[in-house]
């Protein structure tokens, strides 16, 4: 537990003292003037000279206790009681050049408590990217390019593939994360880094075959089926893969499709060639088309709604027959996460499609769609992070998200949770 010195002064207590990123912290004020009010100022550092910042104002009680799990802030950058309601509410000072993050050390949040403007106590915890226990191997053989983490207190761990979106490159902090849970877990890059396709189109599935027979071929997997989870454009692929190999046990899609998209859609070029490509031969694709919305928001060079782009596409009912993911082929188990204002893409109704043909071919095996409907697409990977981003730089041009931010931090905490159930449940003995 991480708390100021002072036993008779007002002090901050944080714990557990050395969480994960993907922890829940219970943070309490002991000592504050009784039923007086007090403001906690949350920070933590990105990169060099950038940091995001949040601060709500809480009501003593009448011991001079604040507990930040249970009460809800009288001001500040968040309402509602929410635990980790001053992480998720940050939003980042950007006056600064941005310095280059590093990925896996240890994300300090500094919290400190003022009464009166006047500092009265502080606490610092260090919140790790890289948990204590989990092992990080380099891959670059067989022309694959990632990263792989196995947890060192089990010989032999239930093996799983994490792909992420259109924005390529492999997503290290997740994927530690993921297998400090009990996993080991290959962050799989397909697109973007030095060997790799630098454009989302024809992509072929081998590549993902190798990375599958790399990874049961490793001491610390299991034997047994494999799990694959991926996110947006990597849930799609997660479908996919899991679609033609057998070898796959449990899939997550995460704000992903049941239907085969083609590429970026405000790449003129990439949208009329397929993302995926098979023995050579490109796999159909549901065509995305540029709506009068879209032309607007691009013409404005405000964020751009993709959602429309593919809501147009899906009304050719031909071509999304023809696109769907043959998931009924799926040797196992099944997770579809969506959100219900995603603006990227609808990635609801793109579930749904998946949704509806496990249905109808009467699925041995589980499956379940879950959708937070007042959510929008930032809503994959580890929980506990600032939400108050809700658009992103595309390719070219702003991206809007959708969502709320504590709707968007609600509904990746609870998916994080269910993606974590969801594996064990599915690939361990």
């Not at 147009?312 to 009924?328: K, Y």
Request: aromatic content about 6%.
């Amino acid at each position: 537990m991480s708390e100021s010195p002072a036993a008779s002064a007002p002090l901050i207590q944080v714990s557990p003292d050395c969480p994960s990123l993907d922890t829940s912290l219970t943070v309490r004020l002991l000592h504050c003037p009784p039923d007086g009010l007090v403001t906690v100022c949350a920070n933590t550092p990105e990169g060099v000279g950038r940091t995001w910042r949040s601060a709500a104002t809480f009501r003593a009680d009448g011991e001079g206790r604040v507990d930040l799990t249970r009460q809800a802030p009288v001001s500040g950058d968040y309402t509602g009681a929410a635990a980790m309601g001053l992480v998720w509410s940050m939003t980042l000072d950007d006056t600064a050049p941005r310095g280059e993050p590093s990925v896996l050390t240890p994300l300090p949040l500094t919290l400190t408590a003022e009464i009166a403007g006047r500092p009265v106590a502080a606490a610092r915890v260090n919140r790790l990217r890289l948990p204590d226990g989990v092992r990080r191997t380099v891959i670059r053989e067989r022309d694959l390019v990632g990263t792989l983490f196995t947890p060192t207190s089990c010989p032999s761990c239930p093996g799983v593939i994490l792909l992420g979106g259109s924005e390529g490159g492999s997503h290290e902090a997740d994927t530690a994360l993921l297998a400090a849970h009990g996993f080991a877990v290959f962050a799989l890059a397909y697109l973007g880094m030095p060997g790799l396709p630098t454009r989302l189109a024809e992509i072929p599935l081998e590549y993902f075959g190798t990375a599958i027979d790399f990874l049961r071929e490793q001491d610390r997997v299991e034997a047994g089926p494999l799990g694959i989870v991926g996110r947006s454009r990597g849930g799609e692929a997660a479908l996919l893969i899991a679609a033609t190999h057998t070898e796959i046990g449990a899939v997550v899609s995460t704000v992903g499709s049941g239907v085969m998209t083609a590429g970026f859609p405000l790449d003129t070029e990439a949208a009329r060639v397929p993302t995926w490509t098979l023995g050579g031969r490109p796999l159909p694709f549901l065509p995305s088309v540029r709506t009068p919305e879209v032309a607007e928001q691009l013409a404005g060079g405000g964020p751009v709604e993709m959602r429309t782009a593919f809501l147009a596409g899906m009304r050719d009912e031909a071509a999304l027959a023809a696109s769907a993911i043959p998931v009924e082929r799926v040797n196992g188990a099944v997770l579809l996460i969506s959100s219900g204002d995603d603006r990227v893409w609808p990635s609801a109704a793109l579930s749904d499609v998946a949704l509806r043909r496990l249905e109808d071919a009467d699925h041995p095996f589980p499956y379940h769609h879950v959708s937070y409907p007042e959510a929008g697409h930032a809503i994959a990977g580890a929980p506990h992070v600032p939400a108050t981003g809700l658009a992103s730089a595309g390719p070219g041009r702003s991206l809007a998200f959708g969502g709320t931010p504590r709707a968007n931090a609600e509904a990746r905490a609870d998916a994080w949770r269910r993606t974590i159930a969801f594996l064990a449940a599915n690939l361990t003995a």
